[in-house]
């Protein structure tokens, strides 16, 4: 088992930037390659952005292509996501995981996060 905790959420204006972090506990957390993905109101979950466990690659959804950056600190066992630019419609509970495989839908990951709120006002 391997418990997310995500924290760093908040209410920001649009252009403001944010970090999220997610720390994780339990099983060897540095074997896991770490995704986000976001929900908001209405909509289903998506993918944001996922790190390889050694943090060779890095991936990222379109929408957030040069303005969030994912990484990760194995000796800290915490994943963060640099959230720069921050737009309305980045407004969403943002969620971490935690799986074997580094894909952009969730069924490729085995454990999550509760979540952190981000809303992003205009």
């Known amino acids: 088992q391997v418990q997310l905790v995500e924290s760093g959420g908040g209410l920001v204006q649009t252009g403001d930037s944010l970090r999220l972090s997610c720390a994780a506990s339990g099983r060897t957390f540095s074997v896991y390659h770490m995704g986000w993905f976001r929900q908001a109101p209405g909509k289903e979950r998506e993918f944001v952005a996922a790190?390889?466990?050694?943090?060779?690659?890095?991936y990222y959804a379109d929408s957030v292509k040069g303005r969030f950056t994912i990484s990760r600190d194995n000796a800290k066992n915490t994943v963060y996501l640099q959230m720069n630019s921050l737009k309305p419609e980045d407004t969403a509970i943002y969620y971490c995981?935690?799986?074997?495989?580094?894909?952009?839908?969730?069924?490729?990951?085995?454990?999550w996060g509760k979540g952190t709120q981000v809303t992003v006002s205009s």
């Open positions: 790190i390889t466990w050694s943090a060779g690659n890095t």
């Open positions: 995981a935690a799986g074997r495989a580094v894909v952009p839908t969730t069924s490729g990951y085995e454990y």
